[in-house]
């Protein structure tokens, strides 16, 4: 069984200044996808960013980046630059690449606040 | 793109009447998941289809809970009878792969 670990529960973090927030995962899977999704105040779940595990590269999108540790089983989220609205609660997530059976595995979530 | 669109938004109902949830995926995504989110739990899935065909409903919390999916492009959770216990956020999510899942934002059920 996968499990994923967000140990803190919540965070806070300066306007424009960089915060990460961490994540673990415990898997016997080689292939599989991890996700960082974004639930703010309206609760839409919102992706944010894909790793696939096959890849060395840390994957970005804008101001959000991860450090994908593999044989630590690492998997965080860098936020650059923060703004007001990245304010939400944040969820990492596992799924392994084993075909139409494998579910999506969630964090407990962590809570960003954005300071002005 | 419009998304995966959900409704209602927000559902309040009587403890034992009936519910229906619906759920529109993005076109061309032949996977639908039906999840629930409650402060407790976390999010659970419940319910998934690939090419409109159930696969996986272990998630289904009793009898009480059922969904369909009659075409590609319409899904249903249907709660008979509700309970206040099943007072939680439901998110339907598509996907085109089965991997990476988009949600829809949600329908707010509250049973009182």
């Known amino acids: 069984a996968q499990t994923v670990t967000q140990s803190q529960p919540e965070m806070s973090v300066q306007e424009a200044e960089t915060v990460t927030l961490s994540c673990t995962y415990d898997t016997s899977e080689s292939n599989y996808y991890l996700f960082w999704y974004k639930q703010p105040p309206s609760r839409q779940m919102i992706l944010v960013i894909r790793q696939e595990a096959y890849k060395q590269q840390n994957a970005t999108e804008n101001r959000f980046s991860v450090n994908f540790q593999k044989a630590a089983k690492s998997f965080s989220l860098k936020i650059s630059d923060s703004q007001l609205g990245d304010t939400a609660m944040y969820f990492c997530a596992f799924i392994p690449l084993t075909g139409a059976n494998s579910k999506l595995t969630f964090g407990k979530g962590i809570t960003l606040s954005v300071r002005p | 793109d419009a998304g995966v669109i959900q409704s209602p938004r927000h559902e309040v109902t009587e403890m034992g009447q009936e519910v229906t949830l619906r759920c529109k995926p993005i076109s061309g995504h032949n996977s639908l998941f039906w999840y629930r989110q409650t402060m407790m739990r976390g999010l659970e899935l419940l319910i998934y289809?690939?090419?409109?065909?159930?696969?996986?409903d272990s998630g289904m919390p009793e009898d009480r809970f059922s969904a369909k999916m009659p075409n590609a492009s319409f899904s249903t959770l249907k709660i008979q009878p509700s309970e206040p216990r099943d007072s939680a956020v439901y998110f339907c999510a598509s996907s085109p792969t089965h991997y990476e899942q988009y949600f829809g934002p949600g329908t707010r059920l509250t049973v009182t």
């Open positions: 289809f690939n090419n409109n065909v159930p696969i996986d």
